[in-house]
């Protein structure tokens, strides 16, 4: 499978990078093996973790993700094979958040304890943290890929005018640089990435992993009325997507999909990594069935006008 590099690192990876909000969570250990296993299989190997995973389920504490990634990578001895995303400042409990100097020496540890390893290479800012300056968390960042335990950073949810701030001073201060943005983008939601932080990361060649790749489900196709909700927990969210522009991107990749020999989400997920900005778009699964769609995708070529239906349809403006 071929690779891309990421922003202007040594990092070659994917184009395609598996989720692993689902590790722990909805996929148990075994599970979660399964579709580690497949997800190498087909030659892929970006994985993307965070410390917070699972801490959203009730007697979660945080790090059930990345222990799981740790406990395949160390059965299946396979470390050098891959790519270890993981990030850092979502709360992890009381004074446990944020990007200060000490939250980040901390955190990296607790994460490399539960990877069962020495390094990350590529350790993300979750989210921004505004009471902390820029120069304090880079700084941080920077000594510890002097001393081996992080190979690459990047952002995540972060605002265009603070990513080009972090950007400049990293310029000024020979700190190390974000290589990657994490926003949300996909068919349905575009406006915001286009607009704003789009131009910031071509004009640095700051690399691309949007999460939300299938629009929390939506674009798979599963949801196309409002008793189509009660389909999964996710269901709920879906009424945002369900509007006039969301039946019309449907439509479109239903169309293509037609004509490609392929399924919607197929279709949607190529579309991302066609984009000139993407590296790879993030996409999870909690079955190795469910990675079958995924990889497809990766083979998927889409031609110029399935392109422009599919960038017609999903138009902010129709």
Request: aromatic residues 6%; proline residues 4%.
């Amino acid at each position: 499978m071929e690779k891309r590099r990421l922003g202007r690192s040594n990092l070659m990876v994917s184009p395609l990078c598996l989720g692993g909000n689902v590790f722990g969570w909805t996929a148990d250990e075994p599970t979660s093996f399964k579709v580690l296993d497949a997800f190498m299989e087909a030659g892929c190997n970006f994985i993307d973790t965070a410390d917070v995973y699972s801490r959203w389920v009730p007697g979660h504490e945080g790090g059930e993700s990345e222990a799981i990634i740790g406990k395949w990578m160390k059965a299946r001895g396979n470390r050098d094979q891959v790519i270890i995303a993981t990030k850092v400042g979502s709360e992890m409990g009381p004074d446990k958040k944020g990007l200060s100097r000490a939250r980040i020496m901390e955190a990296v540890d607790e994460s490399l304890r539960r990877l069962q390893t020495t390094y990350i290479d590529l350790y993300q800012s979750h989210r921004d943290d505004l009471e902390t300056p820029q120069e304090e968390t880079l700084s941080a960042y920077g000594d510890l890929i002097a001393s081996g335990k992080v190979r690459v950073i990047g952002a995540s949810n972060f605002t265009a005018e603070r990513l080009k701030e972090a950007l400049a001073i990293s310029a000024r201060m020979g700190l190390p640089r974000y290589e990657s943005l994490q926003p949300l983008y996909n068919l349905s939601d575009r406006a915001a990435f286009e607009r704003d932080l789009e131009p910031v990361c071509r004009e640095n060649e700051v690399g691309v992993i949007p999460y939300y790749a299938l629009a929390a489900g939506f674009l798979t196709g599963k949801y196309r009325s409002e008793k189509d909700f009660g389909k999964s927990v996710r269901g709920a969210n879906m009424a945002k997507y369900l509007t006039d522009r969301g039946r019309r991107i449907l439509t479109a990749l239903d169309e293509v999909a037609l004509h490609h020999g392929a399924s919607p989400a197929q279709v949607a997920v190529a579309w991302l990594m066609a984009q000139p900005s993407i590296t790879a778009p993030i996409a999870s699964a909690s079955r190795p069935e469910q990675l079958d769609d995924l990889i497809a995708a990766t083979r998927l070529r889409l031609d110029k006008a399935a392109l422009e239906h599919l960038g017609k349809a999903s138009a902010e403006v129709a």
